[in-house]
């Protein structure tokens, strides 16, 4: 049986790594590792299809690459409706998110839904219809760098969560950048990230405090930008597309993965989980 060890009094973590680093959240797992490299060593995330519901992606930005599908939710008199669409991103944060995924995992499938506009500007009905057509279409991840803080659309948010989860779609979310109520990541049925401030690009941690359930670089990072260029930015949104390009790395290593199975993976491998070999019984 697996042990977890609870946190020191009056120390709980929240919706980021701040002030406190890798050795302050130590944790003790029964059972056999799971390396980095038996999780997705080797793997560069072929044939394992990402969608990121965003801001649109930038297409031909040079830490991009090829997206393989662009589409866009329109509103009108009728409801909403997806389409295809070559207008790219309107304002650069789909295509950091996009860049970020590309670089953990190169060879990855990438599509995008925008479903913000110029400045962020969106509604929670298209933010709706956008995750539910990239559940609909059973992309094996979908990278939500974004939430809602509109109590109203929690319930139809869970169903699609559920939905994905029970598709073998990961849905993999950001926590709100500060300390409010927000969703989708705050539902167990997807992988939710916060970032840490540790300059380590490639170490992510598991959170012993949840609704956040891992942290991963996100502050103070060098992120894509419009116009092909890049900038450094800070937020949770630029920590969670890199835990989307280890989860199509895991899955491009192990096809037919649960989301259940990937996200022990990540929490087995995760730098600051060790292994008591000894076990419970």
């Known amino acids: 049986m697996s042990t977890v060890s609870a946190p020191p009094a009056g120390s709980a973590l929240t919706w980021s790594l701040r002030g406190r680093g890798p050795e302050d ?3 003790v ?23 990121v519901v965003d801001t649109g992606v930038e297409r031909d930005h040079p830490a991009v690459g090829t997206v393989d599908g662009s589409y866009v939710a329109v509103k009108d008199g009728d409801g909403v409706r997806i389409e295809e669409t070559d207008t790219g991103d309107t304002c650069g944060h789909g295509t950091a ?30 933010l709706l219809a956008g995750l539910r057509w990239a559940v609909e279409q059973r992309f094996d991840v979908i990278n939500l760098s974004l939430s809602t803080t509109r109590s109203r659309f ?21 926590a709100h950048n ?24 490639d170490l992510y941690l598991y959170n012993p405090s949840p609704p956040v359930e891992f942290f991963a670089p996100g502050q103070n990072v060098t992120v894509p930008w419009l116009g092909g260029t890049t900038i450094r930015t800070t937020g949770n949104s630029f920590a969670t597309p890199f835990i989307t390009g280890l989860c199509a790395r895991v899955m491009s290593k192990h096809p037919n993965l649960t989301p259940f ?5 990540l929490y087995l491998s995760a730098a600051n989980v060790r292994t008591d070999n000894r076990g419970d019984s």
Do not use: N
Request: hydrophobic share 40%.
């Open 178 to 201: 500060t300390p409010v109520e927000s969703f989708p990541w705050r539902f167990s049925s997807v992988v939710s990230v916060g970032s840490h401030e540790e300059d380590a690009p």
């Open 261 to 265: 199975q990937v996200k022990t993976m």
């Open 29 to 51: 797992a029964g059972g056999g590792r799971i390396t980095p490299e038996a999780a997705w060593g080797g793997s560069t995330g072929a044939g394992v299809r990402v969608c």
């Open 154 to 174: 929690v319930d139809e948010l869970r169903v699609l969560a559920d939905e994905a989860y029970f598709g073998r779609t990961v849905v993999v979310a950001s």
């Open 97 to 126: 998110c996009a860049g970020i995924i590309r670089r953990a995992a190169p060879d990855c499938e990438l599509y995008s839904v925008r479903v913000l506009g110029e400045r962020f500007s969106g509604t929670g009905d298209v």
């Open 25 to 27: 959240i130590r944790l």
